[in-house]
């Protein structure tokens, strides 16, 4: 098939470029989406070209079960395909593609070709490989590299311009271009240079080019490997020339090794989003601005049910998202949405296999009366609509993608109590405030990438089961002035000083320990303005100086720290409750289940000493315990000594990092956890381990004061009554 394109120039020079990337074309079509292609690693059957899609940028669902939607065998030389880039045509009718030719697991990072693919449909792709040894022997005969391709319209010559590094034999990566024929089969002309760093920047390779028009000029992102390597931007008034670097210091927002910028603008604004694959740590990362040089984080915006290894997105039309999920789309949880308020949506559970979706539903939802509110992509309908009665059974659901056949699935809906919080949250410590009669909730704020959240929140509740969000009571970036980061684990104790209740919060911050203060368990809290722990404690060489645990002894009054990670540190606090005894400190006697995560309570003069076991990404983070006659230790340990771990059958997972709460006045205990998000994380492969809920489930003893292993359950606790404390 030959691709007959139409050179006519339009003026400005800028316009149609644009139009073409920022939300219309030449045919006035309206963008309402977005396509992402990627890959997924180096590995056999992961260098192959995926498609996904997004309603607005933020959040993506993986086509064709995020399985290949090319066969790399077929499309290039190597049997492997890498770094996809795609772009609409000038005029909005035809789609190009390129992509780097080469298979890892035999050529290592060595290869001399790249793919160029043309397509009217998005469905069906005509593909050319272009080898430029072969291609261009006199003049790039020994190039043993030739990557990351991208794609430009160039309105001055009506032609569409490839772009590309190459590596000639010991030489640096060098930043190429040259002009596709008029069917995209091949280049016109031998490449040539686009991009001259500075010479006084000492040039090492320069890799991973991505140009987009802006504000008249254009802006090339591109990965520099000399000075801090990352990615760094040079701009021009002309595609082909004069680029020059705007500043030494890397655009990206990351401390580790990055590559393969995929810019692109957000639909109907005027802000852009530049995305970025951080090799390094196996992540991508997405960053957001309007200026193109100053960028903001937005991970915590970004969903995607897929890993995704370099690429990038094109905007789309309605009519071509509901093609591309007639071709690649099927009825699961990526495709079918539910926007009901009375769900907790983050724990629906679509099981395709069984053909069932299951619906937990917030405390005060009426299931006799439930609209899930379903919304499906484009091109799938699904009946009925509006509010339906689910507390006879399930409801058949019927689900079609338009051109297939309908799906039935049968629905369930319940009242989940567990997760008790809506949202990820992690390292939940609770309270009893007697000022206020009320329980609090004190936990990691969780899915951030990395653990890199940076705020603490609070929750409330009169009864255990409905959770109040009161707000952010500490920002590390604005209230902390020793650490920015890394926010985990606090720990809050109440107690009354000359008739005056005052709340004493300790947090770990950076991998140190700080405190703050308030008159009141949502604040506002006061940081003490350096931090209480940041030593290894009695010679300790291992772990980090985080997890503190407060515990008031109700026998004396007096109050004790307890911290560590590979090693239980304790200490008593002073009577100000912001400094500790240092000739109190002590390591207790801990063995090598002991990870981090010390909880600490009382009961009938029993001490239990409860901490966390393996890794919070292992799905077997589970909880042990021991016991003491003293909060100074020596710990008996029990030989069957687990709190909670994870139960396969219900598929919960990493039960871990756990508070208590006694209900005043009984002998009634509560069990607060997190868990792995059901029904996803354990899908998350180590990122379950930042993508965690809080959960509520009964603590019991037996008659010997030994702790009963608990079940960690869907249903949670039922609410309880607390009578007013004095």
């Known amino acids: ?16 470029l644009l139009l073409t990337i920022a939300g219309c074309t030449g045919t006035n079509q309206k963008y ?9 690693g180096n590995g056999p059957g992961e260098e192959a070209i995926r498609f996904a899609i997004s309603s607005d940028g933020y959040n993506y669902k993986a086509l ?11 499309i290039s030389t190597s049997g492997g395909v890498r770094d996809p880039h795609i772009l609409r045509s000038a005029d909005g009718k035809h789609f190009y593609m390129v992509a780097t030719d080469l298979y890892v697991p035999e050529q290592g990072w060595n290869n001399f070709a790249m793919i160029l693919m043309k397509s009217d449909d998005l469905i069906q792709w005509e593909s050319s490989v272009v080898n430029i040894p072969e291609t261009f022997p006199e003049k790039f005969g020994d190039v043993h590299r030739v990557w990351a391709p991208q794609t430009i319209y160039d309105e001055k010559t009506g032609k569409y311009m490839i772009y590309f590094s190459m590596k000639q034999g010991n030489q640096a990566d060098i930043i190429y271009y040259a002009y596709a024929n008029s069917d995209f089969t091949a280049l016109e002309s031998a490449p040539q240079q686009l991009y001259y760093p500075p010479v006084e920047s000492n040039t090492k390779a320069c890799i991973d080019g991505d140009i987009i028009p802006f504000n008249n000029k254009y802006y090339l992102f591109h990965k520099a490997e000399d000075g801090n390597p990352g990615i760094k931007l040079a701009i021009s008034d002309q595609l082909t020339e004069g680029y020059k670097l705007v500043s030494d210091e890397r655009v990206d927002c990351e401390k580790y090794g990055v590559e393969g910028s ?11 989003i530049l995305m970025y694959d951080v090799y390094t740590n196996g992540r991508y990362q997405f960053t957001k601005s309007s200026d193109l040089q100053h960028f903001a984080v937005i991970d915590e915006e970004i969903s995607m049910n897929f890993h995704p290894r370099h690429g990038t997105v094109m905007p789309v039309t309605a009519r071509e998202l509901k093609r591309l999920i007639q071709e690649w789309g099927k009825i699961d949880g990526s495709l079918i949405e539910t926007k009901s308020s009375e769900l907790k949506t983050l724990n629906v559970d679509f099981n395709e296999t069984a053909k069932t979706i299951h619906l937990p539903v917030k405390s005060h939802a009426d299931i006799a009366n439930l609209d899930p509110q379903f919304q499906g992509w484009p091109g799938i309908t699904i009946t009925p609509s509006g509010p339906q009665n689910f507390s006879n059974g399930p409801v058949n659901y019927t689900f079609t993608i338009e051109g297939k056949e309908p799906t039935i699935f049968q629905v369930s809906a319940s009242a989940d109590h567990n997760p008790v919080l809506e949202g990820y949250y992690a390292d939940p410590e609770i309270l009893y405030a007697k000022k206020t009669n009320k329980f609090y909730i004190y936990p990691t704020t969780d899915g951030f990438t990395g653990w890199s959240g940076y705020y603490f929140k609070v929750f409330s509740s009169d009864n255990l089961v409905d959770w109040t969000d009161e707000g952010t009571i500490l920002d590390l970036k604005k209230d902390v002035s020793w650490a920015n980061r890394n926010a985990w684990a606090p720990c809050i104790v109440e107690k009354k000083i000359n008739g005056e209740y005052k709340y004493f919060y300790y947090f770990t911050a950076a991998q140190k320990i700080g ?3 308030a008159d009141n368990p949502t604040g506002p809290f006061t940081d003490s303005g350096e931090p209480l722990i940041n030593f290894k404690a009695l010679g300790v060489n291992r772990g980090q100086e985080i997890d503190p645990d407060v515990f008031t002894d109700p026998k004396t009054n007096k109050s004790y720290l307890y911290w560590g990670n ?11 409750m912001i400094s500790i005894n240092q000739k109190s400190i002590k390591l207790m006697n801990i063995d090598n289940t002991y990870r981090e995560g010390t909880y600490v309570i009382v009961r009938n003069d029993t001490y239990y000493f409860m901490w966390s076991e393996d890794d919070t990404r292992s799905p077997n983070y589970k909880v042990r315990y021991a016991t003491s006659e003293s909060p100074m230790g020596p710990l008996n340990i ?24 006694q209900i005043p006045g009984k002998d009634e205990w509560y069990l607060v956890y997190h868990r792995f998000n059901y029904p996803n994380g354990l899908k998350m492969g180590r990122a379950g381990g930042y993508h965690r809920e809080v959960c509520i489930d009964k603590l019991e003893f037996d008659e010997q004061g030994n702790i009963i292993p608990v079940k960690p359950t869907f249903k949670g606790v039922e609410p309880v009554n607390i009578a007013k404390q004095n």
């Open 262 to 272: 995929g810019i692109f603008k957000l639909n109907n604004t005027e802000e852009y």
């Open 64 to 74: 064709n079960n995020n399985q290949p939607v090319l066969d790399s065998k077929k």
């Open 566 to 576: 590979g090693y239980m540190a304790a200490a008593e606090l002073n009577d100000d």
């Open 638 to 661: 029990p030989d069957n000594n687990i709190v909670i771990q994870r139960d396969s059958v219900s598929n919960i997972f990493a039960t871990g990092h756990n508070s208590v709460i």
């Open 32 to 40: 309402e989406g977005y396509l992402f292609t990627y890959f997924t």
């Open 1 to 16: 098939m030959t691709i007959n394109l139409k050179k006519k120039l339009l003026t400005p020079v800028f316009f149609l």
């Open 515 to 517: 405190v703050a203060v």
